[in-house]
Each structure stands twice: as structure tokens, then as C-alpha cells.
């Protein structure tokens, strides 16, 4: 089955401490990204890569790393967390042409105390 | 940059009633626009999509018509059920340039939450 998944789906965790939350799809997609989605503000892009060790910055890329060396996975790092990442994140992927049409993970609620 | 406005919610409705969420958008050139649904505890899944202007996007009874004189892409269904309860989500795609490489982007609307009762 395609399909993107993501781990863990929920995580509680306190300031400061490194956490990786994991993505993997089994489409073979060059395209991958990261969102977090908050009340009001809709989907917003952490970062993306088009393909393996191509990564670059989304919208709102600070306090996040990512990285790319294997095509079907795209880790998102928080090395230092703090409260304001609390949020669900998403990650996706696509085709490179036809970015739009983007198959979501189930998504990692994320608190930060 | 681009930017895409959702009428706020959340929208409550009985069941067959109809449903009209609005969407506009602000874009250079010419976006494919795109409406997604989160149903609860999932991720998003394409609705449906409407390529150039005057296009009609369809699917499970939702549809859009891309007006670009009007820069909207209006969300509509005749008759919602309960199972149509979710977030649903405007969206446009614009292309963008990195190291040479043309790549889609999507823009999303901050999301309507829609309820259905019995």
C-alpha cells in the first residue's frame, strides 16, 4: 500500500531535549516536506527536499534541521525544542512534477513543556 | 508572495443542507488551485483541483470553479452528510526556481472546520 508514514504520532517532551520525529514513504517521490499546522495559521513549510542530500528552507524553518540520505526518508531534528513548536506536523511527499499533488503522513502531535 | 484567504469557521450545518466555503487567493501568473480535507486523526487527501481558469474541479459531490476574475475557487456540495465532517483546506500550487530547478510549491488557507449533524 502507498503510503507515508510518520513517528511517533503523539510525543510530550520538555524544553531542550533533542527529539527526531521520523517520515518514510514507499512511493519512490523525489519530493518531500515538512509542515506544521496550527489553529488559524492553516499549513505551514518547514522545509523540503527534491531529492537525496537537496534540502533547502520553507516558510518557517527556524529551530528545525532536516536531512535526506536515503530517498524514502526525511527525518525532522529539534534539537533544542521549545514551547512555541508545540503543534502537529505533517510530512509529505510527491512526484517532483506534479508537486501538488502531495500524500500526507498521519501526522505527530507535538507538546513542548 | 502568494497567499490564499478561507472564510473563517467553523461551520456547523444539518445534514443535506448545502455548503459553500469561500477561498480567494492572490498570485503572480497563473496558479493551479486545489482543495484538500483532513478528516479527523488523518493527514490531508487531495479533494479536488482545477488547473486554469474556468475549470470546474469535481469529486464525492464537492465541487470548485477557478474564477479568475474574481481571483476565488468557492468550495460548494448540494446536500453535506455527517461523513463530510472535517477540515477542508484551499490551496495553490505556484512554480518556484532553486539551484536551476523548477519546483511546485503549495500555499495553504488556514482551514475551515466543518460540522455535519444528524
Known amino acids: 500500500e502507498a503510503q507515508v508514514t510518520q513517528n511517533p504520532r503523539y510525543l510530550i517532551t520538555v524544553t531542550g531535549k533533542k527529539l527526531t520525529v521520523t517520515c518514510s514513504q514507499n512511493?519512490?517521490?523525489?519530493?518531500m516536506s515538512w509542515y506544521r499546522q496550527d489553529p488559524g495559521l492553516g499549513l505551514r513549510q518547514i522545509y523540503y527536499?527534491?531529492?537525496?542530500?537537496?534540502?533547502d528552507k520553507g516558510d518557517v524553518p527556524e529551530g528545525y534541521k532536516v536531512s535526506r540520505k536515503e530517498k524514502r526518508n526525511f527525518p525532522l531534528i529539534l534539537e533544542s525544542p521549545s514551547p512555541n513548536q508545540t503543534s502537529l506536523y505533517f510530512c509529505?511527499?510527491?512526484?517532483?512534477?506534479?508537486?501538488?499533488?502531495?500524500?500526507f503522513g498521519p501526522g505527530t502531535r507535538l507538546t513542548v513543556t | 508572495g502568494d497567499s490564499v484567504t478561507q472564510m473563517e469557521g467553523p461551520v456547523t450545518l444539518s445534514e443535506e443542507a448545502f455548503l459553500t466555503i469561500n477561498c480567494t487567493y492572490t498570485?503572480?501568473?497563473?496558479?493551479?488551485l486545489f482543495w484538500y480535507v483532513q478528516y479527523p486523526g488523518e493527514g490531508l487527501q487531495l479533494l479536488l483541483k482545477?488547473?486554469?481558469?474556468?475549470d470546474k474541479g469535481s469529486n464525492k459531490g464537492f465541487e470548485a470553479t477557478y474564477r479568475k476574475e474574481t481571483t476565488s475557487f468557492h468550495l460548494e456540495k448540494g446536500s453535506v452528510q455527517v461523513s463530510d465532517s472535517a477540515v477542508y483546506f484551499c490551496?495553490?500550487?505556484?512554480?518556484?526556481?532553486?539551484?536551476?530547478?523548477?519546483?511546485?510549491?503549495?500555499?495553504f488557507g488556514q482551514g475551515t472546520i466543518l460540522t455535519v449533524h444528524p
Open positions: 490551496a495553490l500550487y505556484s512554480i518556484s526556481n532553486a539551484g536551476g530547478t523548477s519546483y511546485g510549491k503549495l500555499t
Open positions: 509529505a511527499s510527491s512526484y517532483l512534477r506534479g508537486a501538488y499533488e502531495q500524500y
Open positions: 512511493m519512490n517521490h523525489e519530493y
Open positions: 498570485a503572480t501568473g497563473y496558479p493551479s
Open positions: 482545477a488547473t486554469k481558469a474556468d
Open positions: 527536499s527534491m531529492n537525496v542530500e537537496v534540502t
